[in-house]
Nanobody, 115 residues
Framework: QVQLVESGGGLVQAGGSLRLSCAAS????????MGWYRQPPGKQRELVVT???????RYGDSMKGRFSISRDNAKNTLYLQADNLKPEDTAIYSC?????????WGQGTQVTVSS
């Protein structure tokens, strides 16, 4: 089992930045890749960015350029840097981890971008 806890969401003005964190615990050695997804109000969940253990990064449509992923392996923590935020970036941002047999989600953190 893997547990994921996100933090760092909040209210930000358009053009601002946020850094989200996802702290992983439990059987973290089983994780193959981790990433971030988001669900805007009234819409389906969508991919923001994921990164595999061998550093392959995959971005969702229109995500590259303003979002970047990084991790601190010593802290078992994944980060999402979000820059030049727009009102349409308002969503619940969730951390995801995938092992060989299972997928795990965090509880999500709300990001609200005001115009």
């Amino acid at each position: 089992q893997v547990q994921l806890v996100e933090s760092g969401g909040g209210l930000v003005q358009a053009g601002g930045s946020l850094r989200l964190s996802c702290a992983a615990s439990g059987n973290t050695v089983s994780i193959i890749f981790m990433g971030w997804y988001r669900q805007p109000p009234g819409k389906q969940r969508e991919l923001v960015v994921t990164e595999t253990n061998n550093d392959y990064i995959r971005y969702g449509d229109s995500m590259k350029g303003r979002f970047s992923i990084s991790r601190d392996n010593a802290k078992n923590t994944l980060y999402l840097q979000a820059d030049n935020l727009k009102p349409e970036d308002t969503a619940i941002y969730s951390c995801y981890a995938r092992s060989r047999n299972s997928g795990y989600w965090g509880q999500g953190t709300q990001v609200t971008v005001s115009s």
